[in-house]
């Protein structure tokens, strides 16, 4: 390794005497690894920062991946500075600022921090050192951008050829628009969903949560995952080009469908509502709001009945769907005036039983403290080292035999840096100390 040349023989005696003791980043045999953690012994190295790169890395670390997050050495992810809300730092704990983001604990558990500047050569050294490593590399820089730095994957495949390399931009690798950086809201409004969310006379807005970024980061975990399949029959890496702007289009689904069956532009916002079913979306109640899915012609005879109207089921009205469709303001309306004489805890009395799909409309700490969201074990309590418990977000699926899940919480800015150095490329403390002197690392 060329990380500091005066010290090769040095560095390169250490990697060689420590690699049968290493339980991190090494390549463990296979009747060793945890059976319960699919992902276990795959390597990944994180360079990605907000939300769609981060949230895929997080996905393979539930899953048993081991990821190193490589953060600029002061300040980080952009998202450490993105609060309030803040955990606060336990007293006599280190730490900058007002404590640990709620964004950035959201995405990045499961992973070891190293703080460390690749505009440094000596940093971008560091970073090819563990790509010869890796089994997968994320990053989520413009085009172009890493190729200035020799971490393209043109460049780490050819000491890695079994590397699977993936690229998160806004909007691509080609076409017009790839040298543009994309947010999420961005491409909400120019791929399509922004035009169909809001309600039926507002004006355009965006999803509640930046639901592109996370689809685009369900996606690239599962390229990943298939591209890691894909190795082990053909021996060889690859590259994905994976964005924001594609992903959205795929997640228009059934609605960008009908636009391409019909030929007719969309049909614009329906709030809550649905554009070809009715009744089915939400009605104001005495102290909140209802959601009913009379999706049939049957299930609308129960709402009718619950409701004190039996007679809307043979209303030539309203007994067929296309009628109901063709009524839809009277109907709804009529449907409205009756929800909002009850509480929203008398309507889910009413139907409780029924066979008709219903729901109340919560709000997130109303849904955090679920009944059955804490039943499915959905919010976990993590010990973190600088902010004492803190509640999280579990991964949601369940396995016959595997258990993905939280085993650390997320890292503060630069904690693992020393120990992935020493550990991983066998770098000594003198080494790392004149590394930090530098500026190298944080």
Known sequence: MVLLRRSLPSATRVISRRLNQRQFWTNTPAAELDKKLPLAGVKVLDLTRVLAGPYCTQILGDL??????????????????WGPPYAPYLEGKEGTGSGESAYYLSVNRNKKSLALSFKHEKGQEIIRE??????????????????????????????????????????????????????????????????????RDGPPVKVGCAVTDLTTGLYTANSVMAALLGRART??????????????????????????????????????????VVPYRSFRTLDGDILFGGGTDRLFKILCVGLGKAEWGDDPRFSANAERVANRVVLEKGIEDITATKSTSDWEATFEGSGLPYARVNDLMDTLNHKHVRA?????????????????????????????????????????????????????????EDLRNDGVLG
């Open 64 to 81: 048993g991946a081991e990821v190193i997050k490589i953060e600029h050495p002061t300040r980080g992810d952009d998202t450490r500075a």
């Open 130 to 199: 563990l790509a010869k490593r890796a089994d997968v590399f994320v990053e989520n820089y413009l085009p172009g951008t890493l190729k200035k730095y020799g971490l393209d994957f043109e460049t780490l495949r050819k000491a890695n050829e079994k590397l699977v390399y993936a690229s998160i931009t806004g909007y691509g690798q080609t076409g017009p628009y790839s040298d543009r950086a994309g947010y999420d809201v961005m491409v909400e409004a120019e791929m399509g969903l922004m035009h169909i969310t809001g309600s």
């Open 235 to 276: 021996g060889e890496g690859q590259y994905l080009d994976v964005c924001l702007s594609d992903c959205q289009v795929a997640t228009l689904s059934n609605m960008a469908q009908s636009v391409l069956v019909s030929g007719q532009r969309d049909g614009g916002r329906w709030g809550t509502s649905h554009p070809s």
């Open 376 to 432: 499915r074990n959905m919010v976990k309590s993590v010990d973190h080292p600088s902010c004492g418990p803190i509640e999280m977000i579990n991964p949601p699926v369940k396995y016959s035999y595997s258990t993905p899940g939280i085993r650390s919480p997320p890292p503060t800015l630069g904690q693992h840096t020393d120990t992935v150095l020493r550990d991983v490329l066998g770098v000594s403390e003198e080494e790392i």
